[in-house]
């Protein structure tokens, strides 16, 4: 199979490259981290979903990432199946995107050993995610923790992918890619694009404390595919603004987490303004404006769930699904990494 493109400058002048239908090409890595919460639905998810349409789009469960930190191996397959489910039933239709597991495909590795030799030594000492990574396991600062970005770099040249769709903690190794790609270009010649981030139009999705971005390790999630009366156990207790300490107290909904993290990205301009009115004359009480988000999410998350129910009586597709996809991505792999070795001289019978 032939995936030829072309390498052509874009209107900010950053080499691009376009598949042989003229597209550009998006990448984006999941984490199989085991809870899928709605800060990823907002934060990453919905937005990939923008792209299916007009980009020729990669997405990829980087489980040589999550490999960086201590883990459970027996655990590891029902972590990517998960994850390949949640990212299937929020949007990511297989019919309209490749789906795949970073190890299935070998030569993300192998280009991050190549990129290893252009990445400069200070440059991946700057990131910001090592510093807090080795921080939190202070226990296993291994040298994957530190080349991380190299391979995750590797992960979206090697598709020749030049948008990159992430949350604003990415951009820094998003730039370190492009960085890689120059260098490896100014040596070799232009195998690889500029690649660019895309940033999500959400900002962080801040739990249910009001205080930290929604994380797993925090438990102050609310699961994509969570039960709604287990939803309803956590949103009922959750912090709004502090002035409401009695239904009539007024309040202001951009002091209020639960409005401005939730309501914000679930409810219509009608229920905001009923709200604004509501909250700010203390017509209504939080528990009514509570109750109105609820039902405002669950039309979002109902159908989400219904489907990973379905996607999870059947596995055998999710199976099929992730095979087609890594054997898609060996093809187009092979192509790429047959090109960056003939322009490093990595060719024994081309003398
Ligand atoms: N580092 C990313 C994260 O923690 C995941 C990731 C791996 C990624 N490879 C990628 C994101 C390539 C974008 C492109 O979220």
Redesign the pocket.
């Known amino acids: 199979m032939s995936d030829q493109g072309t390498m052509k400058r874009d209107a900010n002048d950053y080499l691009t490259y376009y598949n042989a239908s003229g597209k550009v090409r998006t990448?984006?890595?999941?984490?199989p981290s085991g809870e899928v919460h709605i800060g990823n639905y907002l934060g990453?998810i919905s937005n990939w979903v923008k792209f299916l349409d007009d980009y020729d789009c990669f997405f990829?469960i980087?489980d040589h990432?999550a490999t960086t930190i201590a883990y459970d191996p027996a655990r590891m397959p029902a972590r990517v199946f998960d994850a390949a489910v949640a990212n299937i039933a929020a949007g990511l239709d297989p019919e309209r995107c490749v789906i795949f597991v970073?190890s299935e495909v070998p030569e993300h590795t192998e280009l991050a050993w190549v990129f290893n030799t252009v990445t400069p030594f200070g440059d991946l000492s700057r990131m910001t995610?090592f510093k807090q990574k080795s921080q939190q396991h202070e226990e296993n600062i291994n040298v994957g923790l530190f080349t991380?970005?190299v391979?995750?770099?590797a992960?979206?040249l090697l598709y020749k992918?030049s948008a990159?769709?992430?949350?604003e903690?990415?951009v820094q190794?998003?730039e370190l890619?492009r960085e890689i790609a120059r260098k490896f270009n100014t040596r070799y010649g232009d195998v690889f694009p500029e690649c660019q981030a895309h940033l999500t139009p959400a900002k962080r999705i801040m739990g249910l404390d009001g205080e930290n971005k929604m994380s797993k390790s925090l438990g102050n999630t609310i699961g994509l595919l969570e039960e709604p009366e287990s939803i309803w156990k956590k949103l009922g207790p959750a912090k709004t603004d502090e002035r409401r300490k009695r239904k009539t107290d007024p309040g202001v909904p951009e002091d209020c987490n639960v409005y401005t993290s939730y309501h914000s990205y679930f409810s219509s301009p009608e229920d905001l303004s009923w709200i604004q009115e509501g909250c700010t004359t203390a017509g209504i009480g939080c528990l009514q404006c509570k109750k109105r988000l609820f039902k405002n999410m669950l039309a979002v998350l109902d159908p989400i769930r219904e489907k990973a129910t379905g996607l999870r009586a059947r596995p055998d597709f999710v199976h099929e699904v992730l095979s087609a996809g890594a054997e898609r991505c060996r093809g187009i792999a092979a192509e790429v990494i047959e090109e960056a070795r003939t322009a490093m001289g990595l060719h024994r019978n081309r003398v």
């Open positions: 990448f984006s890595g999941i984490q990453a990829c980087v990432h970073q995610q991380y970005p391979l995750q770099a992960d979206i992918a990159v769709p992430v949350g903690d990415q190794h998003i890619a």
